[in-house]
C-alpha cells in the first residue's frame, strides 16, 4: 500500500513564500514519477509540476520561475518531494495535492493513481 502525506500548507500574504512537502511511503516502483496538482475552490484539479526520479522536471505555465520542485533520494523505501512556492499571489489560493506512481501509469493530465489528502494554501491580497 502507498501513502503520501503533504504538510506544510498556511496562509501567506501575495508575494510571500511557502514550502510544502510530500511524503510517500510503501511499495513505490524506483522508476516512480511524485507531482503536485491543485484545485482551487469550484475548479479543476490541475498540474503544478511533476519529476520523476532521473528526468527534469516539468512546470505548468503559471510554476514556471516562481515554483520549483526538488526530490530528495529514496531512504528505506520512503520517498520525499518538495514544492518551493515563492511570489505567491492569491490566484495561487488552492489545495495542493501529492500525488505519485511508476512512470507507466502517471501521465500529465491526470497524475498517479495514488494521492495524498492535499493541503491548504491560503494567499491574501
Known amino acids: 500500500q502507498v501513502r503520501l502525506a503533504e504538510s506544510g500548507g498556511g496562509s501567506v500574504q501575495a508575494g510571500g513564500s511557502l514550502r510544502l512537502s510530500c511524503k510517500a511511503s510503501?511499495?513505490?516502483?524506483?522508476?516512480?514519477?511524485m507531482g503536485w496538482y491543485r484545485q482551487a475552490p469550484g475548479a479543476q484539479r490541475e498540474l503544478v509540476a511533476y519529476?520523476?526520479?532521473?528526468?527534469?522536471?516539468?512546470?505548468?505555465e503559471f510554476a514556471k520561475g516562481r515554483f520549483t520542485i526538488s526530490r530528495d533520494p529514496a531512504k528505506n523505501m520512503v520517498y520525499m518531494m518538495y514544492l518551493q512556492m515563492t511570489d505567491l499571489k492569491p490566484e495561487d489560493t488552492a489545495v495542493y495535492y501529492c500525488?505519485?506512481?511508476?512512470?507507466?501509469?502517471?501521465?500529465?493530465?491526470?497524475?498517479?493513481?495514488?494521492w495524498g489528502q492535499g493541503t491548504q494554501v491560503t494567499v491574501s491580497s
Open positions: 500525488t505519485a506512481d511508476s512512470q507507466f501509469r502517471f501521465t500529465r493530465n491526470a497524475g498517479g493513481n495514488y
Open positions: 519529476a520523476s526520479r532521473d528526468g527534469s522536471p516539468v512546470y505548468a
Open positions: 510503501g511499495t513505490i516502483l524506483s522508476s516512480n514519477v
